[in-house]
């Protein structure tokens, strides 16, 4: 919660509800991983609307792989991220082995961001998509690239992307 009442600058508050499960079976040590994950924010007193700053983002690297950074959700007439106030996103990872300190992933990612409750349509306004990566693991952290391929019938949307990280998604 955020209010003028403790010398903030806006009224509005927002709720996050996550959940992560990994399923690893003993013999070559393969990892399903797992999250879900859904927020919403609204506004109360005097306040019109939540900061840009504060909304919920998805696209990129550590949420909805194949699709650039923050850009999933609505847009203004320029075609300009909003970003929303809800927000559903779901994540599938097999992590495996693959030679000393080299791990491969596959994964399905899907998400959605929308500017009011009211506006959300499951499933047809989510973002899907699939994909394959590598991690190096070092003695400080995980080195990771993934290509990530949005399923999404737009044309635009249908080029993959490399994306690189320091630790895993998730």
């Known amino acids: 919660v955020a209010s ?9 508050m927002r709720a996050v509800a ?14 399903l991983a797992l999250r879900g994950m859904g927020g919403w924010m609204g506004t109360y007193g005097e306040a019109s609307d939540v900061p840009f700053f504060e909304r919920f983002m998805l696209g990129g690297s550590d949420t909805v792989r194949g699709y650039r ?14 970003w929303g106030s809800a927000m559903l996103l779901g994540n599938a990872e097999v992590r495996f082995p693959m030679y000393k300190w080299f791990n491969g992933a596959v994964f399905y ?7 009011n ?11 899907n998509s699939v994909g394959a990566g590598v991690r190096v693991r070092t003695k400080w952290t ?6 990530g391929y949005p399923l999404n019938t737009n044309k635009e949307a ?6 690189f990280g320091l630790g895993l998604p998730f």
């Open 4 to 12: 003028r009442a403790f010398g903030g600058d806006y009224n509005f």
């Open 18 to 31: 996550e959940g992560r499960w990994y399923l690893t079976t003993p013999y070559p040590k393969i990892t």
């Open 69 to 82: 950074q923050n850009t999933i959700g609505p847009k203004d007439a320029d075609n300009m991220p909003l």
């Open 109 to 115: 990612d899907v998400g959605g961001n929308w500017e």
């Open 117 to 127: 409750l009211n506006d959300v349509r499951i499933p047809k306004e989510l973002a």
């Open 142 to 147: 995980v080195l990771r690239l993934d290509y």
């Open 158 to 163: 249908r080029r993959g992307r490399f994306e």
